[in-house]
């Protein structure tokens, strides 16, 4: 993930309220904060990355895994706000 993004949980949960869907592809509004940056991602075909999360860890047993997916610009400003060490 690092190779393609620059994130924080802190960024992660910023992107809760807006861009985090269900294994169904269901936007959901989990009411668990983000507690680590996962290693596990996909990538879209629109170019924006998924990040996956485990079942349970932010949604419910009944969501399945859920997917926090940041957009191209989304990444741009990550990548900006977050440099390389």
């Not at 960024?11 to 507690?35: E, F, M, R, W």
């Not at 047993?61 to 990550?78: H, M």
Request: hydrophobic share 35%; aromatic share 8%.
């Amino acid at each position: 993930l690092s190779a393609f993004v620059r994130v924080t949980v802190a960024d992660l949960n910023g992107y809760l309220a807006n861009q985090c869907y269900n294994s169904s592809d269901v936007k959901i509004h989990p009411i668990k904060q983000v507690t680590r940056v996962p290693e596990d991602f996909f990538l879209n075909q629109d170019g924006s990355i998924s990040i996956l999360f485990q079942t349970d860890e932010l949604g419910t047993l009944l969501d399945g895994p859920v997917y926090i997916r940041l957009s191209q610009p989304d990444l741009r400003d990550l990548n900006t706000r977050n440099p390389r060490a």
